[in-house]
T-cell receptor
């Protein structure tokens, strides 16, 4: 069985300050982990993914995430928030077979204040 | 670019009506999925398909059925719509097997059942 917990339902930051969106996972297998972003009235888009290569993963738009097996975490960070980062972010876990697609977290809504 | 198109962005239906949600992808992906998105619950898998005429139940299939007569098209059917099916429905597709694959999403169909 696998599950994912996003620790904050809402995060608010000021433009230019760092972003931290927290995610913990549980998996019986060595997982693949993803972050997806959803802008208002849009579908989801892949930000980045971890698949057992480097533990620090870089994604699009300056985001990165670090896989920490000992902490079962995969937190998403960005050094400096931009207004266009305001969106909902989903942490996702998949077992290696992927047969039943993915397990999504409940989402974190990021607000960026000017 | 991969394109996943959901033909109806917004629908309003009455209780008991039959509802069809259509999804078409243009990248010859074998795998297609229907998710339901509700605030605070993330995305939940309704049905998925790994090949033409093949379907498998996801986590919340009750009240839904699907059809995949052609590789590029995956339809979600609500035989008798109910108010608790008011939600955002997201279609996704991907190629191949394995948990590392990226899902490509449509922009969603927001259904309101009165």
């Amino acid at each position: 069985a696998q599950s994912v917990t996003q620790l904050d339902s809402h995060v608010s930051v000021s433009e230019g300050t760092p972003v931290l969106l927290r995610c913990n996972y549980s998996s019986s297998y060595s997982p693949s982990l993803f972050w997806y972003v959803q802008h208002p009235n849009k579908g989801l888009q892949l930000l980045l993914k971890y698949t057992s290569a480097a533990t620090l993963v870089k994604g699009i738009n300056g985001f990165e995430a670090e896989f920490k097996k000992s902490e079962t975490s995969f937190h998403l960070t960005k050094p400096s928030a931009h207004m266009s980062d305001a969106a909902e972010y989903f942490c996702v876990v998949s077992d290696r077979t992927g047969r039943r697609a993915l397990t999504f977290g409940s989402g974190t809504r990021l607000q960026v204040q000017p | 670019d991969v394109k996943v198109t959901q033909s109806s962005r917004y629908l309003v239906k009455r209780t008991g009506e039959k509802v069809f949600l259509e999804c078409v992808q243009d990248m010859d992906h074998e795998n297609m999925f229907w998710y339901r998105q509700d605030p605070g619950l993330g995305l939940r898998l309704i049905y998925f398909s790994y090949d033409v005429k093949m379907k498998e139940k996801g986590d919340i299939p009750e009240g839904y059925s699907v059809s995949r007569e052609k590789k590029e098209r995956f339809s979600l059917i609500l035989e008798s719509a109910s108010t608790n099916q008011t939600s955002m429905y997201l279609c996704a597709s991907t190629r191949g097997q394995g948990g590392h694959r990226e899902l490509f999403f449509g922009e969603g169909s927001r259904l309101t059942v009165l």
